[in-house]
Every structure is written in C-alpha cells, then in structure tokens.
C-alpha cells in the first residue's frame, strides 16, 4: 500500500489511543442479558467499531461448547427502528467470531448502544452502551466475558486486550543491527511490497499491478532477472482478461515451488480503486510472455470484515499441513483438530493473509477446486499487518509491520490450545531506520555461515532511491 509518512503517523496517532486508559464512564454499561436457552446465551456482543478506517461494525462471539444457528437474529442500535438481520444460514462454532457491516443499515454514534436480539425481534440477548466514539476498538476482555475496553482493532478474531496486544516485551533484533542497501538506485521506484525468496530466486509484488524475478547481484543484493520477459517485471490481470490489474501486495510459493504457481495477495482492482476485493491470485510465471493473467482467484471479500479499500489484504504465506497437524493445529470455525483431508484438494498447507487495517491474520484452506475454508483468525497484537512468512528452518510464522508500528516483527506458532500465539517480539534492527518496510524475507537454511543467515526488506516509499535493504538474523 502506497501510503504518505503524514499518513503513517496519523495511523500511529490514531491505533495508539487504543492503549490509553480509557474513563469508565466513556465506556457506558452492559446491560444484563434476560435468562435464554443455554444455547443462544452463549452469544455475546464480543467488539464494536464506531469510527474509523472500518465501517461501523459490531462483532458477534460464541463463548459456548456447541454451534449456535444464528439465521435470522438481529441487531439495532439505540433506535428500535434500526435494524440488521443476519442472514440464513449463520452459524457460529464454540470459540468463533464473526463481524457484522451494519454501516448500511444503521450508524454508530459517539453515544449508543449496540443490541442483539433473537430472531423473534423482541428477545434481547446481549447489549453494551458507550458514551465515546471506538478508538479504534471496544472490546470485551476476556473474550465473551469480561467488561468492554479500549482495545485494538481485531474484528473476527480475538480481541487484543493485553499490553501492545499481546503483552510481549519487545527484544532487540536477534542478528546484526547493521542493515545496508540491496539494489542499484532507482531500480524498481515505489510501492515494492510482498517479497519472496526461493533458493537463489527473489520473488517481489508491486502495488502497479507487477511482480518481478530477482537474481542475485553479486554483492549480496538483487537485480531484475533479464531473460524471458522479466527485464521490468510483469504485468498482472485478473482471471478472464478484465479491466484494470490486482494491487499486489504480497507474494508466497507452496510447498511445490515455483511448479505450483506464484500466488499473490491482492487488495483491490486498480480499474475501480475505491472498492476492496480482498483476493489471493494463482499465476503460472514459466512463461515467455510479459502479461501474466491469473489461474485461479480466492476472492475472501464476503468472508472478511469491511475495511478501506487501501487497507486490506498486504501480505500472504503457506503453512504446511505437515507443521500444522503436527503441532495440534485447531480449525477455528469447528473448534476440531485440523484435519487436512476434510477440506478437499487444497495443495497441502493452509495460506495466511494479512489485513492492514485490522492488524488481524486469517488462515484459509484454498481448495483446487476454488473454493475456500477459514480455519483460523488470529490477533497479531499490532496496528497493522503488512508482511507474513513462514520459517520452514524455525518453524515459526514472522508478522511484520511498517514504520506504523516502528518497524515492529512478531513471531507466532501453533500454541497448547491449538491457535497460533505470539512467541516473540523484536524490534527493527538499529541501524535501519524507520522505513515503509511492507515486505520482509529470509533466506533458506542453505545461507547459514556462521550462525547467521541474510534477510531482506522492502521500503515502499523506495527511500534515497532504494526499494530493498538486507540484513542479517541468527539461524
């Protein structure tokens, strides 16, 4: 996402109050829910957003042991006349959570109530009033139980109610804080984002719709590929040849290589730039020609929550269900151990996309077939989201955010209960500054020398005319 240094420190202005104490009379009160079926009880108002980049929404979590049918249910503000019905259909797993868009139907002001009622209209389950607009998040703490609090944003997952979100001590960057350039000048100008490295093969999405093959430079750095049409990367389209091209922002391989396609992170359409289309494309890059027109598209808009066209999906990874099954991995929407072989043909491994404007991660099953499974929805405790990578060598899965964050990198893996959790936290190495890093990737196990192997940023605001730095981290 190509966004302006004001911007950026407008964002940090904004998400940071969500960890100011917040007077207990701007949160208002919750109103004691009557006596349901145990079942419907179980459903509770888990987060509400009021103002914002996301629209009005109000969050919906099953704090119970079994699946609710909520088809039919509705929620209101303080008007009775206001209105949103749930559709046929819904139903929340123990331990899910779901985001409603209701700014269609009804707005949230700085004073109001957000109520759910079942779907006779007139039995209320669940209600929380305020006096002040959400900034950015209220939300329930503990999930389900607990009193509503200033909080991060984090709709569809849970809430981020500790320190930074995950109350984490940062820790200084685990290799060299000596950082250097690792492009010629002006190579590649703005809004490189996602990167990708594949033994000596960098992979890197543009915003402008491009994604180049990068060889290395001899000095430790990359250069564009020149053979078979790479010269100036290549122009993507959408399945079907339509108008206008993706907006990459994040590019990642499977456990096939390069064999099973390039699959690239999408937030919006350039030819209608104000409307998200929050996608993950399939691109077959063995080829001569300088277009490259997707596969296959996992188009996950329906399925996320409502945010700015120019704050969706920024990053994207694959996590093998190797790893997966092995560390106890849950399906979040089934609460069920995850079990590879009930999702259809899928690849072999889970992809995890990034959402900028919540800070959220939300793993899918991406079937053969075109289909689409959420499996997970995790908090990454940050304002933002702009990088994912797995770690086959560590194991673990890297969050990395931009300079609204500090340049702040997360580390997660599969937890006791079965959801991925924060393990570590670490700040941007010393000596780099604080740059518009949206991409961030690490050689394989191969490149380790001395206890240490390289690793790679890129700078969207293409920084003293260049795009990509590299590093060092222990291996």
Not at 426 to 445: D, K, Y
Request: proline content about 4%.
């Amino acid at each position: 996402m190509t966004t302006s240094r004001a911007r950026h420190r407008h964002h940090r202005l904004v998400l940071s109050l969500a960890l100011v104490a917040v007077p207990a009379l701007a949160v208002g009160a919750l109103t004691a829910a009557p006596a349901l079926a145990a079942s419907a009880d179980d459903i509770r108002i888990n987060e509400v957003v009021t103002t914002g980049d996301v629209d009005d929404s109000i969050e919906l979590y099953n704090k119970g042991a079994a699946p609710v049918d909520i088809s039919g249910w509705i929620l209101k503000d303080d008007n009775n006349s206001s209105k949103y019905k749930i559709a046929a259909g819904t139903t929340l797993a123990p331990g899910a959570f779901r985001a409603f868009d209701v700014h269609g139907s009804f707005g949230l002001g700085s004073g109001d109530k957000a109520r759910l009622y079942l779907a006779d209209g007139s039995t209320l389950a669940d209600s929380f009033t305020w006096s002040g607009h959400s900034d950015p998040s209220w939300s329930r703490c503990p999930d389900g139980t607990g009193a509503f609090k200033a909080a991060a944003l984090t709709l569809g997952a849970p809430n981020g109610c500790g320190s930074g979100g995950g109350g984490t001590t940062p820790a200084a960057w685990p290799g060299s804080g000596s950082v250097a350039t690792a492009d010629a000048s002006n190579v590649f100008g703005q809004d490189v984002s996602g990167l990708y490295q594949e033994g000596g093969v960098m992979w890197a999405a543009q915003n402008s719709g491009k994604l180049w093959r990068l060889l290395p430079n001899g000095s430790g750095g990359w250069t564009p590929d020149t053979a078979n049409g790479w010269s100036s990367g290549k122009t993507l389209r959408f399945p079907g040849g339509g108008s206008g091209s993706p907006d990459a922002e994040g590019v990642t391989l499977t456990g096939a290589g390069t064999a099973g396609g390039v699959f690239v992170a999408s937030e919006r359409n350039s030819g209608s730039s104000d409307t998200s289309r929050l996608s993950v494309l399939r691109y077959d890059a063995s080829g001569t020609a300088t277009t490259l027109t997707a596969a296959k598209e996992w188009n996950l808009t329906a399925d996320l929550p409502s945010v700015g066209s120019n704050l969706g999906l920024e990053a994207v990874t694959w996590v093998p269900d190797s790893y997966l099954t092995g560390a106890g991995f849950k399906d979040s929407s089934t609460g069920a151990a995850y079990d590879p072989s009930g999702y259809g043909a899928h690849g072999a491994g889970v992809f995890f996309v990034g959402v900028e404007g919540t800070g959220t991660l939300y793993g899918y099953v991406l079937q053969d077939s075109g289909a689409f499974t959420r499996v997970a929805a995790v908090s990454s405790g940050m304002a933002g989201v702009m990088e994912l990578q797995w770690e086959p060598q560590a194991s673990r899965l890297w969050v990395v955010c931009d300079d609204t964050c500090d340049g702040q990198h997360r580390t997660m893996g599969v937890g006791a209960s079965g959801a991925f959790a924060v393990t570590a936290v670490h700040n941007r190495p010393s000596g780099m500054s604080n740059l518009n890093n949206e991409g961030f990737s690490l050689a394989g196990a191969a490149e380790c020398a001395g206890g240490s192997k390289p690793v790679f940023w890129s700078d969207d605001s293409n920084t003293s005319g260049h795009a990509l730095r590299r590093g060092t981290i222990t291996c």
